[in-house]
């Protein structure tokens, strides 16, 4: 059993940068794929990016290559997401989720965090 809490999210002005974070429990969390996803309001859930159990593969969506930096800290059990140059499009309610498959979609991710806003202003 994993339990993931989300932390970092905020208010931030057009062309700020945020650091999220997702903190784990549990003594296996090492060995999980663990990835960001996020839902603005009338939208669907979508990829943001993800990070394999031991750091060395990293993927993310296309429209956050560049801008957003997933990491990890196994030593701490925590997964981080650094957002730089943010827009309005970013507000949204970011997720960290984790899983055992090498994958992005969400049906691979059986533990989810509550979540933590982001809400960037014009």
């Known amino acids: 059993q994993v339990q993931l809490v989300e932390s970092g999210g905020g208010l931030v002005q057009a062309g700020g940068s945020l650091r999220l974070s997702c903190a784990a429990s549990g003594r296996t969390f090492s060995s999980y794929m663990v990835a960001w996803f996020r839902q603005a309001p009338g939208k669907a859930r979508e990829f943001v990016a993800a990070?394999?159990?031991?750091?060395?593969?990293?993927y993310y969506a296309d429209s956050m290559k560049g801008r957003f930096t997933i990491s990890r800290d196994n030593a701490k059990n925590t997964v981080y997401l650094q957002m730089n140059s943010l827009n309005p499009e970013d507000t949204a309610l970011y997720y960290c989720?984790?899983?055992?498959?090498?994958?992005?979609?969400?049906?691979?991710?059986?533990?989810w965090g509550q979540g933590t806003q982001v809400t960037v202003s014009s």
């Open positions: 989720a984790a899983g055992r498959r090498r994958a992005v979609q969400e049906p691979n991710y059986i533990y």
């Open positions: 990070i394999s159990s031991s750091g060395g593969q990293i």
